[in-house]
C-alpha cells in the first residue's frame, strides 16, 4: 500500500508560482515512478510530468515543458512539482501518482497508475 498527500496548491496570479509537494507513506517508495496529472472542470484527467524511480530519467508534456520542474527525494519519500511562470490555463486540481515500475503501461496514461492523492487545488488568476 502507498498513500499519497498533496499540499502546496493555492490561488497565484499569472507569471507567479508555486511548489507542490506529495508525501508518500507506505513501503519501498523508491520502487515507483512518480507522476503528477491535472485535471480542470469538464475535462479529463490531464498527464502533466512523471520522474522515475531514481530521479534520472523525467518527462513533460508540451504544455507545461520549460516551465514546470519534478524533482523526488526518495530518502524523505517526497515528490515536488516547482511551477514556474503559471498561467491561467494551469487552472486545475494538481494529483500525484504512484506507478509501479514492474508494472507495464504507458507513463502518460492515468490508468497506468496504481496510487493516487487526493489533489490539490492550484487557480490562477488573470
Known amino acids: 500500500q502507498v498513500q499519497l498527500v498533496e499540499s502546496g496548491g493555492g490561488l497565484v496570479q499569472a507569471g507567479g508560482s508555486l511548489r507542490l509537494s506529495c508525501a508518500a507513506s507506505?513501503?519501498?517508495?523508491?520502487?515507483?515512478?512518480m507522476g503528477w496529472f491535472r485535471q480542470a472542470p469538464g475535462k479529463e484527467r490531464e498527464f502533466v510530468v512523471v520522474v522515475n524511480w531514481s530521479g534520472g530519467y523525467t518527462y513533460y508534456a508540451d504544455s507545461v515543458k520549460g516551465r514546470f520542474t519534478i524533482s523526488r527525494d526518495n530518502a524523505k519519500n517526497t515528490v515536488y512539482l516547482q511551477m514556474n511562470g503559471l498561467k491561467p490555463e494551469d487552472t486545475a486540481v494538481y494529483y500525484c501518482a504512484a506507478h509501479d515500475r514492474r508494472n507495464g503501461g504507458s507513463w502518460t496514461a492515468p490508468e497506468a497508475y496504481e496510487y493516487w492523492g487526493r489533489g490539490t487545488q492550484v487557480t490562477v488568476s488573470s
Open positions: 507506505g513501503r519501498s517508495f523508491s520502487m515507483y515512478a
